[in-house]
């Protein structure tokens, strides 16, 4: 009898091919299959299609692993190769990720609304986009309409509000810069200082001080997996793939919180 999936052994260097964001339930068109383009697509573009569908974060984003597909899939890499060349039209590729144009279409998410919860994160993971995807045309209709909300100096994702400054001369004028409690702000700082372990004497730059503002907020159970992440990578003798420099850490905060929710081998959501 064959084992369950769940129980199967693979080899450690398979291991980080084996994950999964979380186990997601997501839309998905029936009618894909009746559709022209789709239809005219050979076997191995519509496995590949369906499989960056299903890896992909919330906003359509997939760093692209070949590896991976190869390894899921059993396809050839020029197989792979030839695929994303095949679905140009629906998947655009830029420094080394991929982004599927229509997916947040396809799971009801395209009139994207600041108030609703599930939609901030969305936000944040597209702004993460902003410098990658930035000169592909595709990418810059899309964000047109939400250009505003997008911008990283115009996001305050969660509680965090637009407070004032006060300038040379004297006036009060609104600040792009979401204004948190100090508690919370200190709070942050010390999960982040661990984690890079800065002291906490240590003085903030400006700019990182900013950065982490923007990247607020995040949870100790966000930190805590983030650093579980790192500290695996921090072991393969400068080969892991997690960020050195505190600045570019806050600047890609989404990103980082994505791959350390991947680092758990992918369990099946039933059995087969």
């Known amino acids: 009898d ?33 559709d022209p383009w789709f239809r005219s697509l050979p076997g191995p573009h519509k496995l590949v299609f369906l499989y960056i569908i299903d890896r992909c974060n919330n906003a359509g984003f997939w760093e692209y692993d070949e590896e991976a597909i190869v390894y899921h899939t059993k396809l050839k890499p020029e197989h792979v ?51 990658r995807f930035g000169s592909v045309p595709e990418f810059q209709e899309f ?18 509000q637009v407070g004032e400054v006060q300038e040379g001369d004297g ?34 730059s400006e700019k990182e001080e900013e950065s982490l503002r923007k990247a607020m907020p995040f949870t100790e159970e966000d930190m805590a997996m983030i650093e579980a992440y790192y500290t695996e990578e921090r072991r393969k003798n400068g080969e892991g793939r997690h960020r050195r420099d505190l600045l570019t850490f806050l600047n890609n905060f989404p990103g980082e919180l994505d791959r350390s929710r991947n680092r758990k081998r992918y369990q099946p959501a039933c059995d087969v």
């Open 143 to 160: 964000i047109a309409p939400y250009k505003g909300l997008i911008e990283p100096h115009r996001i305050g994702i969660g509680k965090g």
């Open 2 to 34: 064959r084992p369950p999936l769940s129980s199967v052994e693979y080899p450690p260097h398979q291991e980080p091919w084996n994950k999964q964001p979380r186990q997601m339930k997501r839309f998905t068109d029936t009618c894909k299959w009746d």
């Open 171 to 204: 006036k009060k004028r609104k600040s792009s810069k979401p204004s948190w409690p100090e508690e919370e702000v200190n709070k942050a700082k010390e999960m982040v200082n661990r984690l890079f372990s800065r002291r906490s004497t240590t003085r903030w």
């Open 81 to 131: 190769e030839g695929a994303l060349k095949g679905l140009e039209r629906g998947i655009k590729g830029a420094s080394g990720w991929v982004w599927v144009r229509n997916f947040l279409k396809h799971q009801k998410n395209d009139d994207i609304n600041p108030s609703n919860p599930a939609h901030k994160q969305i936000v944040a993971l597209l702004r993460d986009q902003i410098t």
